[in-house]
């Protein structure tokens, strides 16, 4: 019996040397997106969890104190920045005393330092005005070059973190950009749909999408990030679309569409719905889909 005890504590003690689990990286994202780019780069040598879904507004997630519990065992707490996560997160970073996630930290990963940042302000910016971006604009993921940033800020963290393991996570992005490059070659002729045409947006979270794909945003429905459209700026924004052409409106699932129906019913257009996040429609449950869901429904609506 005491033999049989002894064989089986030895089993389970080589099947537990076997599994990676004990090893794997803990990771914490604030946003599905960072999430998946994580896991793509990480596999099975890593744990990824997320803060915010993708159906809710990102500037305005409530951090539940569960999440505390999670960055209180994380390696690598990675956010997107430029104060989007301004409201929770230092909170958060407090309650879960973890030396190792605060700023300063081995696993503190600003995502946004990886990336050329789009408006940022020249000057001061008040919060208090409502402006939500008052450090440029956060919304970088939605163009593929920065997902590319991402992914080896990641390769980068996590070799640094568990050296033993460098390779895989070199191999694990260099396999991620390879089936990005090949989703890119499949999205050129909707690219070339979207290219020049005029569209209104309603968040500015359009902008380094339109860098990439081409399509020119001649109005907001915000008249600033953050702030919803008063009466006269929805004049102003169906005034300067006739002008340019323009006669669909781009927005998330979780904005009010009310303003853009008016707006769109003027124009003689459409209003657009297209998830910003993995997770925003349970059609796009990661990076890659994202890019090219969203890309073939523009594509379509501008045809
Ligand atoms: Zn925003």
């Not at 568990?162 to 390879?178: G, H, I, L, P, V």
């Not at 300067?240 to 124009?267: C, H, T, W």
Request: hydrophobic share 40%.
């Amino acid at each position: 019996m005491i033999r049989r005890i002894g064989a089986l504590a030895f089993a389970l003690a080589t099947l537990g040397a076997a599994r990676p689990a004990a090893a794997q990286l803990k990771v914490v994202t604030s946003t599905p997106d960072l999430y998946d780019i994580a896991r793509q780069v990480g596999g099975n040598l890593v744990t990824v969890t997320h803060i915010g879904e993708g159906y809710q507004d990102p500037h305005f997630i409530e951090a539940k104190p569960s999440f505390v519990l999670q960055l209180r065992s994380a390696d690598v707490w990675a956010f997107v920045g430029l104060d989007l996560e301004i409201g929770w997160m230092p909170l958060l970073l407090d309650g879960a005393r973890n030396p190792r996630v605060r700023p300063g930290g081995s696993g503190y990963v600003d995502v946004s330092k990886a990336i050329p940042v789009l408006d940022v302000p020249q000057g001061n910016v008040d919060r208090s005005m409502g402006d939500v971006h008052p450090l440029g604009n956060p919304h970088y993921w939605l163009d593929p070059e920065n997902g590319r940033r991402i992914a080896r800020l990641f390769k980068d963290k996590f070799s640094q973190l568990d050296r033993k393991n460098e390779d895989r996570y070199e191999a694990n992005e260099k396999a991620f950009e390879a089936r990005l490059s090949t989703a890119e070659k499949s999205w050129a002729p909707y690219l070339a749909q979207i290219r020049g045409k005029p569209v209104i947006a309603y968040h500015t979270s359009w902008r380094y999408f339109a860098e990439y794909t081409g399509m020119k945003i001649v109005a907001y429905m915000e008249p600033k990030p953050g702030v919803p459209p008063s009466p006269s700026h929805v004049y102003e924004v169906i005034r300067d679309a006739k002008q340019a052409g323009a006669k669909v409106v781009i927005q998330e699932p979780f904005y009010d569409r009310k303003m853009s129906d008016l707006v769109a019913r003027n124009l003689g257009g459409a209003v657009l719905v297209v998830p910003p996040s993995v997770g925003g429609t349970k059609d796009v449950p990661d990076y890659i889909t994202l890019m090219t869901k969203d890309i073939q429904a523009v594509a379509a609506a501008l045809r």
